[in-house]
């Protein structure tokens, strides 16, 4: 059966650090979404992608952070600046008919 | 601003029993709704789905109910069973690509 993966399973890095999360959504697929899940809360929706462009962004989904398709497969996020309070899972899901298959996600943790 | 929130954030049953997870959500333009679980360690699973122009959708051993009168859904696991034991979000869209998640409501199945 057909997955959404992600790597790395984790990623430590420091503060001011730039970091890119990497997503291979179903390949059939064409919408693409970024959540992130702080530990012991709920999921958040980041960002939304179709047609090479984003869709919909949350408020969270500020200058510090970007997307990009860059190969056809791949879909990442990229965060320019890392700061503490970006510890968290980040998943990536991809979508058709309405169902949105995640990811096993990425843990950032950020010192 | 828009949420989606959960009644209880921890509810255990019996095995065998029937579980009833609750959602409360405020975006009345909300017209799309879906139950996820999430076991440790890995991303949300769809488990059902729900327009706003149904009232009640059954899966197996799953049933939703949806009430946009007072902005509540739920979700209805027959027969509940270990491998049940997970976190359960609901999600919620209004025609956008952007999808909000409720907080979140543990089951724990007691043997």
């Known amino acids: 059966e057909p997955e959404v993966t992600q790597t790395p399973s984790h990623q430590v890095t420091q503060m001011g650090q730039e970091v890119i999360l990497r997503c291979v959504p179903i390949?059939?697929?064409?919408?693409f979404y970024w959540y992130r899940q702080i530990l012991g809360q709920k999921v958040e929706f980041l960002v939304s992608f179709y047609n090479n462009e984003i869709s919909e962004k949350s408020e969270i989904f500020d200058d510090q952070f970007s997307v990009e398709r860059p190969d056809g497969s791949n879909f990442t996020l990229k965060i320019r600046s890392t700061k503490l309070e970006d510890s968290a899972m980040y998943f990536c899901?991809?979508?058709?008919?309405?169902?949105?298959?995640f990811g096993p996600g990425t843990r950032l943790t950020v010192t | 601003g828009e949420s989606v929130g959960l009644h209880l954030p921890t509810l255990s049953v019996q095995e065998g029993d029937n579980s009833i997870i609750n959602c409360a959500y405020s975006n009345s333009a909300s017209d799309y709704f879906i139950w996820y679980k999430q076991e440790s360690g890995k991303g949300p699973q769809f488990i059902i789905d729900?327009?706003?122009?149904?009232d009640k959708r059954q899966g197996q051993r799953v049933t939703v109910l949806l009430n946009k009168t007072v902005k509540h859904l739920s979700l209805q696991i027959a027969a509940t069973q270990p491998g049940d034991s997970a976190v359960y979000f609901c999600s919620s869209t209004s025609g956008t690509y952007k999808y909000i998640f409720g907080t979140g409501t543990r089951l724990k199945v007691l043997a």
């Open positions: 390949s059939n697929h064409l919408y």
């Open positions: 899901a991809s979508m058709v008919a309405n169902e949105q298959y």
């Open positions: 729900i327009r706003s122009n149904m």
